[in-house]
């Protein structure tokens, strides 16, 4: 350990047994690699769950103003039928004034690249530290900016669920999704 | 412990030395590991030792990560297992190593034990390092027990069943003490929850008395093939590097037979009935133990009556403990005691002997050759050890480890 | 040194063999008549599975067995592992509809998706039985590993039904066989409740395999092979490559392990 070259015998030549002792030495730590992998490998998510990984939502009950919470991977994900009013809102606020600038555009446009103001889609968990923030259900509280409101440290998103206020660093994450029809959205 | 031998180690590296000082865990590894004068003549029987610690370790890695998988339910466990084997990423390969590992780990031991055994290793001043190793023995059988059951297949819920019931021996308390260990009326869902938790902590106490084990052998050193002393250093080596390369050259022998099972018959040693799931209402037609148990199901299965079979079979373990008292001769190793050697051998044959009764129906004339060799079994530890001792007159022994290994390679 | 190793090794070999062979003797001496050995395709350490055979096998399951027998712990979407394309997967379970919950909680029937398991034939075990005469059909998603003899069984038993006028009269008074009964030759005990349930031109092969009694239940074991350990394939390959690096690392070792003793001998 601290001192093994002293120890051994002196008869054979030391550089081919340094050769042997390294090379040795190295296989094993190639093999003690390939057994930690399938250990830590087990903890992925299993080919179960993967293929659990997509939801279809009829969005045809969804009324304008409403909004749905659904369940995908384990975590809520909103969806708004937005009001021409909150749209215009959305659209109208300069980029300067956003922590985290992205256009209203670009988080309501599905895989296809198929653009639906009407239907905002995220992940309704706040970029803070995990909460998920109120304003999905008539009643709520939505914030100074008429979209959502974090009650644990008191984030406020907007219409399009860009972060404005508070400690929160990043707009509501927007899953890829993809309308398969008119009144279906596929997550993930 | 072990302040004889050697002058303290110096650390060249500023760090370790820190540590050191503070808390000797390097100058414990260089003085137990690395310098430890062991005998120069151990044969590969030595190995068996460091290869059952890998299997403890193999087993508690393996069983950690099965463990993030499996569900202790009854209406899922069976479920639960065979999703590892098909959804889980490599679950199949972590839960073959342990299903294969528990049989390999108990080769090993049943290795080491014999060769504690042959050459006498529990004789003074080793007594209590030999009862700490039964404890070991004890613990691992009652782990395998406990793990075989989660599975929940027909040899899991049966193997239970009839295992508990064996407490049902005991007179007045039996009946309560079968109900207090399902916690119902039958194995049920608290019997699987239970045996899951003591399945997951038992091996840690494994581990612990591992620990006093290892302490209670570096004590005295290890005993080798001619039961003799060490009397100076020229019959002993540095642990490092002549056993932990030879150590590390058994283990990769030993694994490359304990893969060959993993991956190319995983199934060999189980049982198909426990591929059914468990039904309360069916008792498969011949239900049997993992073979490691086989030689003590024998044992039990040979006493004609319900408490003396139990009996026969804890006692069977029971004298383990006491081996020790038991051995009157003055020489420890068989190499040098030429009638026990032979009584040591057949016993070999003897234990092998009721693991093939122990797989057979118990009708015919497995019953009368079961009752033989439990007879002898006992007889054995009971009659022959004691009386042998006495009467035996030994080989004359070498006069050191150093002679004995100039010898044989003069011959 | 070398040479009592040597000699020790072939002794441990030679018993780990004499004690294969009597494990394996003392096995086949108990039980009826166990069924014929016969080549799998998946047998021996680097076997594989036939995916032709698998698929014709799994035409056969659905057609045929999948009226009585569930498969549970089998998916849709494990069929792209015998080599179907995904879209393929979707158009066999295009008809199947599986009951489930809608988001008011009250149960509808939906399409089939590929991540939903195999349908089940009955909803529960007591339904299963209270179909078949009081004894629910085993599911087959493990049959082959929890049978003793594997496939050879499973292939026997489609294999070994014996028409009453064919069996001898003292067969039938042994067994105490019934006109009504299904005798079965590997079958424990002989009568088994399931009637014949295959034979010739029972199905059509799409590939235009002649779809005989023989070809059948052969393509169905291997199916069930397959659905009873979908990863050998992995398992076997994994194995070669583990054991190779094992004997190389081995040999090291005792490189190493010699070099140090070098001295001591």
Avoid at chain 2, 81 to 100: A, K, T
Avoid at chain 2, 295 to 314: H, Q, T
Avoid at chain 3, 2 to 11: E, I, Q, T
């Amino acid at each position: 350990m601290a001192s093994s070259s002293t120890t051994a015998n002196g008869h054979s030549d030391p550089t081919r047994r340094d050769f042997l002792m390294v090379a040795t030495g190295a296989l094993g730590a190639v093999g003690a690699a390939a057994v930690a992998w399938p250990f830590i490998n087990n903890l992925n998510p299993a080919a179960d769950t993967l293929a659990l990984s997509t939801i279809e939502v009829n969005l045809q009950p969804i009324a304008v103003g409403q909004a749905v919470t659904v369940k995908w991977r384990g975590k809520p994900v909103f969806i708004r039928h937005r009001t021409e009013a909150e749209i215009k809102e959305a659209e109208a606020v300069p980029m300067s004034q956003l922590p985290d600038p992205e256009t209203d555009n670009k988080r309501v446009t599905d895989t296809a690249k198929k653009v639906r103001p009407e239907w905002l889609i995220m992940i309704g968990v706040c970029t803070h530290l995990g909460c998920v923030p109120l304003g999905n259900k008539a009643g709520d509280p939505k914030g100074e900016f008429g979209g959502w409101f974090c009650p644990c440290h008191g984030s406020s998103y907007d219409t399009s669920g860009r972060i404005r206020k508070g400690p929160a660093p990043k707009n509501l994450v927007v899953p890829d999704y993809l309308f398969t029809s008119d009144a279906l959205v596929r997550i993930g | 412990m072990a302040s004889s031998h050697g002058t303290p180690p110096v650390f060249n590296n500023k760090v370790v030395a820190w540590i050191d000082h503070r808390l000797p865990i390097f100058s414990y590894i260089e003085k137990e590991y690395h310098t430890f004068p062991t005998p120069r003549n151990f044969n590969y029987f030595w190995n068996f030792g460091a290869i059952a610690t890998v299997m403890l370790v193999l087993m508690i890695a393996t069983g950690i990560v099965l463990a993030t998988n499996y569900t202790p339910h009854v209406l899922m466990a069976f479920d639960s297992v065979e999703r590892i084997d098909r959804d889980v990423p490599q679950g199949w390969l972590i839960r073959d190593l342990h299903m294969n590992g528990a049989s390999f780990f108990f080769i090993a031991v049943y290795i080491h034990i014999f060769r504690g055994m042959y050459y006498g290793s529990y004789k003074a001043p080793r007594e209590l390092l030999w009862i700490l190793g039964v404890v070991i023995f004890l613990l691992m059988m009652a782990t395998a027990f406990m793990g075989y059951v989660l599975p929940w297949g027909q040899m899991s819920f049966w193997g239970a069943t009839v295992i508990t019931n064996l407490f049902s021996a005991i007179p007045i308390v039996g009946e309560s003490i079968v109900t207090w260990l399902w916690g119902g009326f039958a194995v049920d869902n608290p019997t699987l929850n239970r045996f899951f938790a003591l399945h997951y902590l038992l091996p840690f106490i494994i581990v612990g008395v591992v620990a006093l084990h290892v302490v209670a052998l570096h004590v005295h050193g290890s005993n080798n093939p001619t039961g003799i002393d060490p009397k100076g250093p020229q019959d002993t080596v540095p642990f490092h590097p002549y056993y932990t390369m030879k150590d590390g050259f058994g283990v990769m022998v030993f694994l490359i037979v304990y893969a060959g099972f993993v991956f190319f018959a995983p199934d060999y040693l189980g049982h198909p009935d426990n591929y059914i799931p468990a039904d309360p209402l069916v008792t498969p037609a011949h239900i049997v133990p993992e073979w490691y148990f086989l030689p003590f199901y024998a044992i039990l299965r040979a006493i004609p009556d319900k408490l003396g079979g139990v009996l026969a079979m804890f006692g069977a373990i029971a004298v383990l403990f006491i081996l020790p008292w038991l051995d009157t001769s003055r020489v420890r190793s068989c190499t040098f005691r030429p009638i026990y050697k032979w009584f040591m051998m057949f016993l070999v044959v003897d234990v092998i002997v009721l693991g093939i009764c122990g797989s057979k129906p118990p009708e015919g004339f497995w019953v009368p050759l079961s009752q033989l060799a439990t007879l002898y079994y006992f007889a054995h530890f009971l009659v022959v050890l004691p009386i042998l001792g006495k009467i035996e007159r030994p080989l004359p022994l070498p006069p050191s480890i150093a002679d004995s290994v100039l010898k044989k390679k003069a011959v | 040194m070398r040479k009592p190793f040597a000699r020790n090794l072939l002794v441990s070999g030679a018993i780990a063999l004499a004690s294969f062979t009597v494990g394996t003797v003392a096995i086949a001496a108990g039980g009826t008549e166990h069924p014929p050995h016969r080549h799998w395709h998946f047998q021996g350490p680097f076997g594989t599975f036939d995916r032709a055979a698998a698929q014709r096998g799994f035409q056969v399951y659905q057609e045929v067995c999948a009226a009585c027998h569930s498969l549970s712990l089998v998916a849709y979407r494990n069929l792209t592992e015998l080599g179907l394309t995904e879209n393929q997967v979707k158009g066999l379970i295009k008809d199947i509809t599986v009951t489930d919950l809608n988001d008011e909680g009250a149960p509808v029937d939906r399409p089939a998706r590929p991540s939903d398991r195999f349908k089940k034939p009955f909803p529960n075990q007591a339904a299963a039985a209270a179909a078949n005469n009081g004894k629910a059909p085993p599911d087959l998603s493990v049959i082959v590993k929890a049978r003793e003899y594997g496939p050879d069984y499973i292939y026997g038993i489609l294999t070994g039904y014996v028409p009453y006028d064919k069996l001898t009269p003292a067969q039938i008074k042994e067994f105490d066989v019934k006109k009504d009964d299904n005798f079965n030759k590997y079958f424990p005990g002989h009568k088994i409740a399931m009637a014949p349930p295959l034979s010739d031109d029972k199905v059509t092969y799409a590939d235009g395999t002649k779809a005989t009694l023989d070809q059948e239940a052969a393509d169905v074991t291997e199916f069930l092979a397959w659905a009873s350990e979908p990863h050998m394939e992995d398992r076997k390959r994994t194995g070669v490559r583990v054991i190779l690096f094992l004997i190389a690392l081995a040999g090291m070792m005792y490189a190493v392990k010699r070099m140090v003793w070098a001295d001591k001998h």
